[in-house]
Each structure stands twice: as C-alpha cells, then as structure tokens.
C-alpha cells in the first residue's frame, strides 16, 4: 500500500481516498485504496463493489466478475452493482451470464436505460444486430439519446443492413462530442471518441487524426472514462495502429505495436500490431 488516505487509517477515509483516484483516472490507487478499506471493514459493499468498478475499468475481468458478484449475491436490491457486474461479464465474453445481470436491473427498474444497452452490447458482441439494434433503440427511448445509446444504435444498424439510419445516427453522435469538445478541448476523451466514430464510419485519416489528438493529451499509467467508454493510451496507439492498417501504412502500424508493448507487452492490440 503507498501512502496513508488523507483523512486517516479508515475503512471511510480510504473509501474516500479512492472514489477521488477513480475519477482523476488513477485506477492503480483506487484499487490499492479500496483494497485497504476492505481490510479495514471486511462489511464494506460499496468498497467492494467500486473495486469491482476500478478493475473492470483496468480490463481485469476475472478480478471484477469474482468482487462484484460478491456484492450481487449479498445485496441483491442494488441496481448498479448488477449493472456493472453484466459489463465485466460482457468483457469476458460470458454473454448470458451478462444478460441475466441485466434482466435483473430491469427486474428492479423496469425502464433503466444502462441495462437496456448493456442488453444491446451482450447482442452486439453475439453477431445479433438487429436485437442490439432494438435494445438501443429502447435504451434511447428511456433515457434519452445520449452519446453511448447514439453510438451503439449506429454501429448496430449499421451491421443490420440499415445504412441510412447508421449514418444519420453516428451524425448525431459525433455533433454530441462537438458540443462536448467546446467545453473539454484539452481533455482526450471527446477526441478518442470522436476518432471511434470516424472509424466506424470508415473515415480512417480523420479518425487517425482525432485518435492523435487524443494521444497528445492523455498521460501514460491514467485510464479515461467517458460514455461508458473506458480506454487509456495504449488503447489510443492501437487505435492509431489500426487506422494505419487501413490507410496500407503496415511498417508504422507495427511501429505503434513496439511503443504498446513498452507500456504493456500484454496489450491485445499492440500484439496483434507487433504480429502483423
């Protein structure tokens, strides 16, 4: 453990402690700090359930599968552990153990938004586009037409068959990260964002250029959260590395391969760069 939480040697003040680390992006302390607070209160759920969150966020799965279905089976009335439970689920691939998470948010919430489009992810992830399609299309109808829903109805439709309706959503989506951008410029997730939409919509040298500006604001160890949509910057360089790959630029996509694999030799997508 590094050093003591501000306020103390507290299960509370570690509690604290990490929920401030979660939403600057510094995941190592969080965990190290919810950690801590469970050793010091092995009753605490919601350090469990946020040290779920935090490993999840980090793409350990196993770990935040393991931690947060702890916390499902000891307080089955909390609706956002069984939510972040079906993402970690839906990270592993354990599509109908997700879906089972999320029917049980729907159970508690009938209208919940986030368990409809987890509903559309665990779908999407399957190959079935149009059921995505329509549990975006519902999520959006019950929450609003956020970023997140927005995105997953156009890369769903788009897969569907539904080209017209992919294009005008994705539109949507990226004028939402416009407007973000006005009031975040120097922040990198509206540009990684954008650089995701641009990539679906198979615009490669605007996407490389947005995915860019990304890069040159993010800091290496940090993990960004925005939309529900978790990355950090080696996922930013592998996303640079996959528009080169497109754009027949192979010698500098493996080029970004060997720079991920200096920040992280088990990063997917920089071996697969580095493999090429």
């Known amino acids: 453990m590094g050093a003591t939480a501000f306020g103390g040697e507290t299960a509370e003040s570690y509690y604290d402690e990490g929920l401030t680390a979660s939403m600057t992006g510094d995941l190592t302390r969080a965990a190290e700090c919810f950690e801590r607070a469970i050793r010091l209160d092995t009753t605490m759920a ?8 935090c490993y999840a966020r980090l793409g350990k799965y196993k770990r935040a599968v393991k931690l947060l279905g702890q916390v499902v089976k000891k307080r089955p009335e909390l609706l956002g552990a069984h939510l972040d439970l079906g993402v970690a689920l839906n990270g592993l691939g354990k599509l109908a153990e997700a879906r089972t998470q999320y029917n049980a948010a729907l159970a508690l919430e009938p209208d919940n938004a986030k368990a409809m489009l987890g509903l559309a992810q665990s779908d999407f992830y399957e190959g079935k586009w149009d059921s995505a399609m ?3 299309e519902s999520a959006q109808f019950a ?3 956020n970023f997140a829903m927005l995105f997953m109805l156009g890369r769903a439709s788009k897969l569907a068959g539904h080209a017209d309706l992919s294009v005008k959503t994705l539109q949507r989506a990226d004028k939402l990260l416009e407007k973000y951008l006005e009031t975040s410029p120097d922040k990198p997730e509206g540009h990684f964002l954008r650089g995701e939409v641009a990539f679906v919509r ?3 040298q605007s996407a490389l250029q947005h995915y860019r500006d990304a890069e040159d604001r993010a800091e290496p160890g940090r993990t960004y959260l925005a939309y529900g949509e978790s990355f950090a910057l080696e996922d ?5 590395g996959l528009c080169l790959q497109r754009l027949g630029k192979s010698e500098r996509a493996r080029e970004l391969g060997e ?5 992280d030799p088990d990063h997917r997508l920089g071996k697969s760069l580095r493999e090429q």
């Open 236 to 240: 930013v360089l592998g996303k640079e």
């Open 259 to 263: 720079r991920i694999g200096e920040l």
């Open 134 to 136: 329509k549990f975006a």
């Open 46 to 53: 919601t350090a469990y359930h946020q040290l779920g969150r």
């Open 143 to 145: 929450g609003g037409s």
């Open 202 to 204: 198979e615009s490669f």
